[in-house]
């Protein structure tokens, strides 16, 4: 039996439908929360844009709308609208923000792939929000610990042994590239 659709209107069903599932959005939600006066942290708006180019749907953002988007995530999991995985990544005042968005989004059990800080400027206890964690610290940045109901990994890096500091951490070519890749890495465990 011959299965060549030949009628005009069926192949064009069929090359729509091939294009819209090729064409999709991605299925994650990869967000960057800058740091201090929202002036500073340019290397986070790089990254977002760098995973932009490659198609992954990353945003950044300042750190003080952390809890409008995780709001707005709460909201759309009620209707299942929200696009998994969850990463979040922070620097400095972001990297203090980004445990918070991920505990908050546990308590709602929505869970967060990957938290990535970059030398937030406090410590900060982890709970169940979170699976992975991995904090690129300079000696005197803020350290991320885990609670009882953590069943994740932390992973404590010191940024200074690639030459960063506070200030250029974020920009950190090798902290750049290692974040990015272990965003990467977690997005395709979902495709």
Known sequence: MNTTYRHPSICLRLVLTAF???????????????????IFSTGMNQMASQLRKEGINAKATSFAGWRGLADGIVRRSKNKSVSYPIVVLGHSFGGDAAPDFANYLGRHNIPVALVVGLDPLSSKTLHKGAKSVINYRTPTGGRYTAANDFTGRINQVNASEFGANHFTVEENRSVQNLALQAVRAEIRKRR
């Open 20 to 38: 819209a599932l090729a064409g999709s959005a991605s299925a994650e939600e990869v967000y960057f929360l800058r740091g201090g006066f929202d």
